[in-house]
């Protein structure tokens, strides 16, 4: 805890672990990441591709997190978990590389955010992961997957592949939606998809086992880099700031261990939040910084009056369908049926 460090990363998931293995490429940088979660990697439960549905609502590794009641869906609440593991959600997640569209991404940069538009970030698609093409005897299963493109490779650590699950049922999703009209056309990984198709999954070629931010960017040789240091099943409880020239700037962490000791951790350059769509709101918050009205009402002092801050999220829904079969056709997963009755996502797609 008395050690100096240039960067302190608040979270340990899909971005603070890639955060940190590209600053320690400079070996004077020292970085340090603050993970509440323990490093699970290897427990059957999160590296079983056919164990994902068990993991996700699991406590052990996820902040059980759910939504206010909804107007739209007569009030009820809604599951909101996210990874609380070294890692992060991408230990916890189902697994579905899914891309944006360009639609969307473009979309951003016109409403004035230079560099995300799709051209500006499609470089860094091919960076991240190195995608694995599907075997001739999974293209047959899957309608021949006429739109998948070599060329898209990529070259980057997270590995993305077509398992060898498929079944009979996965040829007639694909053969009716051809019917329809609805054959893809073109691979999603070009920001245009219309129609249906089988996505990559976030699934190590050969080893059938999951491949997440924390095998990808924090690997054994990683990890092993004396610039780079990791604190575990610790959490961060608020930024410490001052104010420098009218400014509110953030010197370090307050972080409480899981004996309960709370200790001050200074950075000499940049505290780096990345704990997630929800903790990372939640901490400004608890370190003044949000809308002023609410902070006074719970007792904290406010720094920075913004009322944005923790509010307007969205998020996307999630839907399954079941429906009967003529007898003869074989249920898609029978040996995991039980625990995964969704495991293979088929997707139909509109951008």
């Not at 007898?327 to 049926?337: H, I, L, N």
């Amino acid at each position: 805890m008395s050690e100096i460090f240039d960067y302190v990363v608040v979270g340990g998931g899909t971005s603070g672990l890639v955060v940190a293995a590209r600053l320690t490429e400079d070996a004077d940088t020292r970085v340090l990441v603050i993970e509440a979660g323990a490093d699970k990697r290897s427990d059957p439960s999160l590296e079983t591709p056919g164990l994902v549905a068990g993991a996700y609502a699991d406590d052990r590794f996820i902040w059980p997190f759910q939504s206010t009641p909804q107007p739209e869906l007569n009030g009820r609440h809604l599951r909101q978990d996210t990874g609380k593991v070294l890692g992060g959600s991408s230990l916890t997640n189902f697994m579905m590389a899914m891309f944006p569209s360009r639609t969307n991404l473009d979309t951003w940069s016109k409403m004035g955010n230079k560099g995300w538009g799709f051209d500006d970030l499609a470089p860094y698609f091919r960076k991240f992961a190195t995608s694995h093409p599907p075997s001739q005897a999974i293209r047959e299963t899957l309608g021949g997957l006429a739109y998948y493109q070599e060329d898209l490779k990529g070259d980057g650590p997270i590995q993305l592949s077509f398992d060898d699950k498929y079944s009979v049922m996965n040829e007639k999703w694909f053969k009716t939606f051809a019917e329809l009209g609805l054959e893809m056309k073109t691979d999603p990984r070009t920001g245009r998809a219309v129609g249906a198709f089988q996505n990559s999954s976030t699934i190590e070629s050969g080893s059938n086992t999951r491949s997440s931010a924390v095998t990808a960017y924090y690997s054994d040789e990683i990890a092993k880099r004396p610039n780079l240091k990791v604190l575990m099943e610790t959490t961060v409880q608020k930024i410490t700031t001052e104010t420098r020239d009218g400014l509110v700037v953030a010197t370090g962490v307050e972080v409480q261990d899981k004996d309960g000791k709370v200790t001050t951790i200074k950075a000499n350059k940049e505290v780096v939040l990345a704990a997630g769509t929800i903790r990372t709101p939640q901490l400004l918050e608890l370190s003044g910084i949000g809308d002023g009205d609410l902070l006074q009402s719970l007792g904290i002092d406010v720094l920075i009056d913004n009322p944005n801050i923790g509010e307007h999220m969205q998020d996307h829904l999630m839907t399954s369908q079941q429906f009967p079969v003529k007898k003869g056709y074989p249920a898609p997963w029978p040996a995991w049926e039980p625990v995964l009755p969704m495991y293979h996502s088929r997707t139909a797609a509109v951008s």
